[in-house]
C-alpha cells in the first residue's frame, strides 16, 4: 500500500537535527504498518517493540532513564545486537510503558544516533498522566487515514492522481465522470487501511462494511479506556447521535436529538 507519509519519514532520517520521532493518529489507521514498512525500506536492521503486549516491557523505564540499561534490554529482549547507523527502534503503543514518553527526551539528549519512532493512539498520547512529556525534544507526524489521492493511487488510478497533482485541468476535466465514480466509492468505502485493502483485493462491498461496523465497535469500546465509567454511557449516546447531526443542513449541534430531554450540561 502506498501512503504519502512515508516520504515524511525518509525526510525525518536524513534530517541533521533529527529527534526521537511520535507518529500520532486514532486506532487502525496503519501506524504500525507505517513503521513497519518504513524500516524495512530504509534500514537494515528493524528491532520493534510493543508495549501493550509485554508487561517487562512496560516497566522498562521504571527504574531510570540509563540509556545504556535500557539499549542493554532492548538486545535482550529483541535478541538482536543494535547498530546504531542501521538500525530503526519502533516503540509501539508507548504510551502504555510509565515513562515511555519522558524516556524519549534522554535519548535525544544522550544518545542522538539512534534512530526512534514511537507511535500510539491520539488519545492515548494525549492524555498520559504521571509523565513529563518531552516538549522540544521530539518530532511529531500525524497519520490519518487514506485521503483521496492515497486511495486513487492504491486502486490502480496512479496516473489519474499524478494529472490531479499537476493541476493539469484540461486532462482531468476529460476524465470528470470516472472521477465522480470514483470519489462516490471513496465516499462508501473511506480511508481506513484494512478496509481498503480488502476491497482492493476481494471488490465487496458487502464486506467492506462489516468490516467498517468491526471497527467502529472497536473504537466505542475504548470509550472505557480513556474516561470515567459514569461518563461512558453518556459519551455512547453522542457516539451514536453523530451521523444524524452531521447531515442537517443546520451544523448546530442539537443535545434534545441526543435524548428527549437532553441538556448542554449534561453532554458538552
Known amino acids: 500500500m502506498q501512503r504519502l507519509l512515508l516520504n515524511e519519514l525518509n525526510i525525518w532520517k536524513n534530517a541533521k537535527n533529527r529527534k526521537p520521532l511520535i507518529i500520532q493518529g486514532a486506532r487502525q489507521v496503519g501506524k504500525t504498518w507505517l513503521m513497519k514498512t518504513f524500516g524495512e525500506k530504509a534500514f537494515t536492521q528493524v528491532i520493534y517493540l510493543n508495549f501493550e503486549s509485554s508487561e517487562r516491557l512496560k516497566n522498562l523505564f521504571v527504574a531510570d532513564f540509563n540509556i545504556k540499561r535500557i539499549l542493554s534490554v532492548i538486545e535482550i529482549e529483541s535478541g538482536k545486537k543494535i547498530d546504531a547507523e542501521n538500525c530503526l527502534l519502533i516503540f509501539d503503543?508507548?504510551?502504555?510503558?510509565?515513562?515511555?514518553?519522558?524516556?524519549?527526551?534522554?535519548?535525544?539528549?544522550q544518545a542522538p544516533e539512534y534512530f526512534i519512532i514511537a507511535a500510539g493512539s491520539l488519545l492515548g498520547v494525549s492524555l498520559q498522566k504521571n509523565n513529563s512529556f518531552p516538549v522540544g525534544k521530539v518530532d511529531f507526524l500525524q497519520l490519518f487515514p487514506l485521503s483521496f489521492m492515497e486511495f486513487l493511487k492504491n486502486t490502480g488510478e496512479q496516473m489519474l492522481a499524478q494529472e490531479i497533482e499537476n493541476k493539469n485541468w484540461e486532462v482531468i476535466t476529460t476524465f470528470h465522470e470516472k472521477l465522480v465514480e470514483k470519489l462516490r466509492l471513496y465516499y462508501f468505502i473511506g480511508g481506513m487501511p484494512e478496509v481498503v485493502s480488502n476491497?482492493?483485493?476481494h471488490k465487496n462491498l458487502d464486506t467492506v462494511r462489516s468490516i467498517q461496523q468491526k471497527i467502529l465497535a472497536g473504537y466505542e469500546n475504548d470509550f472505557a479506556k480513556h474516561a470515567p465509567n459514569e461518563i461512558v454511557p453518556r459519551i455512547r449516546l453522542v457516539w451514536n447521535a453523530l451521523i444524524s447531526q452531521l447531515a442537517k443542513e443546520n451544523k448546530k449541534f442539537i443535545y434534545g436529538q441526543i435524548k428527549k430531554g437532553a441538556r448542554a450540561k449534561d453532554f458538552e
Open 93 to 109: 503503543e508507548v504510551q502504555e510503558a510509565e515513562k515511555g514518553l519522558t524516556a524519549l527526551k534522554y535519548f535525544y539528549e
Open 199 to 201: 476491497y482492493i483485493d
